[in-house]
Structures are given as C-alpha cells and as structure tokens.
C-alpha cells in the first residue's frame, strides 16, 4: 500500500487539509475506487497533511491523476 500526501502550511493548514480530504472522499465515490484510508494529520499549529492510502495496483493511474505532493510506504 502507498500513502500519498498532499501538505498544507500556514495558518489555516488544519483546515485546508480538511476540506481537501472532503474532495478526495467525493473522487474515491465517484470513481468507486477500493480506498478506505482517508485522513488528516496535524503535524505544527502551521502545518498539516491530508492522505490517502492507495492500493499499488492503483497507484501509477491515481498519482498522474491527482498529484500528490509526495508518497510513501504504508504501514500501519
């Protein structure tokens, strides 16, 4: 499993992080995509990140489509 990132800084990063994940939720329905990882992390009071946890299967197709700023190995 992949974990793509997309970071948010400054002083509305939490929220920002939040509203982006709503957006990722409406693409994951939309598409009927098997992700059930959708989350926001509070790093700083000025930085946040909103995630996703991607099947690799999934991964080349989703990351050309939806640019996340980074990726990494999931584990739980």
């Given at each position: 499993?992949?974990?793509?990132?997309?970071?948010?800084?400054?002083?509305?990063?939490?929220?920002?992080?939040?509203?982006?994940?709503?957006?990722?939720?409406?693409?994951?329905?939309?598409?009927?995509?098997?992700?059930?990882?959708?989350?926001?992390?509070?790093?700083?009071?000025?930085?946040?990140?909103?995630?996703?946890?991607?099947p690799?299967?999934l991964?080349?197709?989703?990351?050309?489509?939806?640019?996340?700023?980074?990726?990494?190995?999931?584990?739980?």
């Amino acid at each position: 499993m992949i974990k793509f990132i997309w970071d948010f800084r400054g002083p509305n990063a939490v929220k920002t992080a939040q509203h982006h994940v709503i957006h990722l939720n409406e693409f994951i329905e939309k598409e009927s995509l098997p992700i059930h990882i959708v989350k926001t992390e509070l790093n700083t009071e000025m930085q946040a990140i909103a995630y996703m946890v991607v099947p690799e299967t999934l991964m080349n197709d989703l990351r050309e489509r939806l640019k996340p700023h980074r990726g990494e190995l999931y584990s739980e």
